[in-house]
């Protein structure tokens, strides 16, 4: 796939907050579960239908998956994630659970309702704004392409305050992906930037 950057740098960044925390928030790289649940709120509303599959896209150790359930949703759940040490983990703690399917592999994508993806983008380490924004429209497309239903992702903002933004984080702006995502991949696009953290939810739902 073109436009994908080395992402070593941001696997072992990942790899070691999933061995210095394990499963929790802060090893998924949160600062805490009710942020991390707020996030999953906003990513969830592009979901319409009452019974679906869903691919969660950089799933961790599969925390969304948990709150799904206790949310009472009726989805057929695939997590997918680049960190091997997070599938792991993920799977260990799904065990006798048949209906969330874990993997590392991007061969074993498959096309879904919907895809979500929490977080994946937030770090982009040395690499320049140009480059992981490639990257980010490449991965939209990706997006596009497995979801027949719709998906949606979040992004640290550019909103955030100039003095607390950080040189290896990716600040997004909201009005570029939302022009990118309505001209070239449908006309119901959303963004959600009124849920009081530094970051926005990007919507699609497909025709």
Excluded at 126 to 149: A, M, N, P
Excluded at 170 to 195: E, G, M, T, W
Aim: charged residues 25%.
């Amino acid at each position: 796939m073109k436009n994908i950057p080395n992402l070593e740098q941001i696997k072992s960044y990942f790899n070691q907050r999933v061995g210095d925390f394990g499963a929790s928030p802060l090893g998924a790289d949160w600062n805490s579960e009710a942020s991390q649940f707020i996030r999953f709120d906003q990513l969830l509303k592009v979901v319409e239908i009452p019974t679906f599959s869903l691919l969660d896209y950089g799933c961790g150790y599969g925390a969304l998956a948990d709150y799904m359930e206790k949310k009472g949703f009726n989805v057929k759940y695939y997590g997918f994630d680049i960190l091997k040490s997070a599938i792991e983990l993920a799977n260990r703690l799904n065990s006798g659970k048949p209906e969330r399917r874990f993997f590392f592999n991007e061969e074993d994508l498959c096309e879904v309702d919907y895809t979500v993806a929490s977080g994946i983008f937030n770090m982009r380490g040395d690499l320049s704004f140009k480059e992981w924004t490639d990257y980010v429209i490449t991965i939209l497309q990706q997006f596009d392409r497995l979801s027949q239903r719709g998906f949606s992702c979040n992004f640290l903002t550019k909103y955030s305050d100039q003095e607390r933004m950080r040189s290896d984080l990716y600040y997004a702006d909201p009005s570029f992906l939302f022009d990118y995502c309505k001209r070239n991949i449908c006309k119901n696009v959303a963004i959600l930037h009124d849920y009081d953290l530094y970051d926005f939810t990007l919507i699609v739902r497909k025709d």
